[in-house]
């Protein structure tokens, strides 16, 4: 299986090193040096990483072959893509691997069905599941241990205990009509 691992910025100085957004929480396995990465567009790759290094906060990556300003800025871009065994799991067993959670059910802990996830999106401060209801509408439930009380893979399901008004508009009005509003919650 096929997994996207980063994406090539911008170049770094002249001897052909380029920075590179991160997108996999195991950097030091998948972007050391030695690793050959598929890219894409295909056309730009393989590469191989020849020497790696965290520079103010960026990792900035050089590949074998690439030695000037010239050659890194042409790789601008490229998603830089490993292949990892479909059952290989991630070291923390409360860390997953988008694949694992495409597709997965999602209920509520008392069973109520809400959809299902078709992605998974990656902000800066937190994950968000994009879950598709079976009216077709969407919901965005922040993948946080305090609303995603379980993962099953076995069961293929996501359990969520979800605050008023994620899902649906029932306990929204309730709180504005009380007067303690969304942030409550917190404040409970």
């Given at each position: 299986?096929?997994?996207?691992?980063a994406?090539?910025?911008?170049?770094?100085?002249?001897?052909g090193?380029?920075?590179?957004?991160?997108?996999?929480?195991?950097?030091?396995?998948?972007?050391?040096?030695?690793?050959?990465?598929?890219?894409?567009?295909?056309?730009?790759?393989?590469?191989?990483?020849?020497?790696g290094?965290?520079?103010?906060?960026?990792?900035?990556?050089?590949?074998?072959?690439?030695?000037?300003?010239?050659?890194?800025?042409?790789?601008?871009?490229?998603?830089?893509?490993?292949?990892?065994?479909?059952?290989?799991?991630p070291?923390?067993?409360?860390?997953?691997?988008?694949?694992?959670?495409?597709?997965?059910?999602?209920v509520?802990?008392?069973g109520q069905?809400?959809?299902?996830?078709?992605?998974?999106?990656?902000?800066?401060?937190?994950?968000?599941?994009?879950?598709?209801?079976?009216?077709?509408?969407?919901?965005?439930?922040?993948?946080?241990e305090?609303?995603?009380?379980?993962?099953?893979?076995?069961?293929?399901?996501?359990?969520i205990d979800?605050?008023?008004?994620?899902?649906?508009?029932?306990?929204?009005?309730?709180?504005?009509?009380?007067?303690?509003?969304?942030?409550?919650?917190?404040?409970?």
């Open positions: 299986m096929q997994l996207v691992v994406r090539i910025g911008r170049a770094h100085g002249i001897k090193e380029v920075t590179v957004e991160v997108r996999t929480d195991e950097p030091e396995l998948r972007l050391g040096p030695g690793a050959v990465l598929a890219t894409d567009p295909a056309t730009a790759g393989p590469l191989t990483i020849e020497t290094r965290v520079h103010s906060g960026r990792l900035l990556l050089r590949f074998e072959g690439v030695r000037d300003r010239t050659g890194a800025e042409a790789l601008r871009n490229t998603l830089l893509i490993a292949e990892v065994d479909p059952n290989e799991r070291e923390d067993e409360d860390e997953y691997y988008d694949h694992q959670l495409i597709d997965l059910d999602v509520t802990e008392d069905h809400v959809g299902r996830i078709t992605e998974i999106s990656h902000l800066p401060t937190q994950d968000l599941f994009v879950v598709e209801r079976p009216d077709g509408s969407e919901v965005f439930v922040p993948f946080v305090q609303i995603v009380t379980g993962i099953d893979l076995e069961e293929q399901r996501a359990v979800p605050p008023p008004g994620l899902i649906d508009d029932r306990g929204a009005d309730d709180e504005v009509a009380d007067g303690r509003g969304a942030s409550s919650r917190d404040e409970a």
